[in-house]
């Protein structure tokens, strides 16, 4: 079961430690996930675009999540940020077909500078708990 976290209690308890990368797409993985997230060049099973391609628009939102995202950390041991922009910023396509509008980003492996990458995500898609710290309403 994934243990989550509003952003206050992430920081404090030490959740949210992001190395800093000179680029979002400095390595060959950064490079693919972010053409999959902005311009994808083939079809997937899934995949979530960001409506605005830029990699500015995408870096921002990366350092959006990072300093005000809340955190989970999944069956895996991963720490993962979810920032909610409220504002449709991309879609979701599975096999094809047009799923949902985006309005969440989610920032993984934000602690590897070498793998650290973002994509939209919708808040439909999460539910409603509470911060196993303090008790804030968290979603995820």
């Not at 083939?42 to 990072?66: H, K, M, Q, W």
Request: proline content about 6%; aromatic content about 12%; charged content about 15%.
């Amino acid at each position: 079961m994934s243990n989550y976290y509003c952003h206050r209690c992430s920081v404090v308890l030490g959740l949210v430690n992001p190395e800093v990368p000179e680029s979002l797409t400095g390595t060959s993985y950064q490079l693919e996930k972010f053409i999959k997230h902005t311009a994808p060049t083939g079809t997937y099973p899934i995949n979530s675009l960001f409506s605005d391609p830029s990699y500015e628009r995408y870096r921002d939102f990366v350092a959006t999540t990072i300093v005000s995202g809340s955190a989970y950390i999944d069956d895996q041991g991963r720490i993962n940020l979810l920032y909610f922009a409220g504002d449709k910023i991309g879609v979701t396509y599975e096999n094809g077909q047009l799923l949902i509008p985006a309005d969440t980003v989610e920032v993984v492996l934000h602690n590897n500078k070498w793998k650290i990458h973002a994509f939209p995500a919708n808040s439909n898609s999460f539910q409603q708990t509470t911060c196993q710290n303090c008790g804030s309403p968290v979603f995820y």
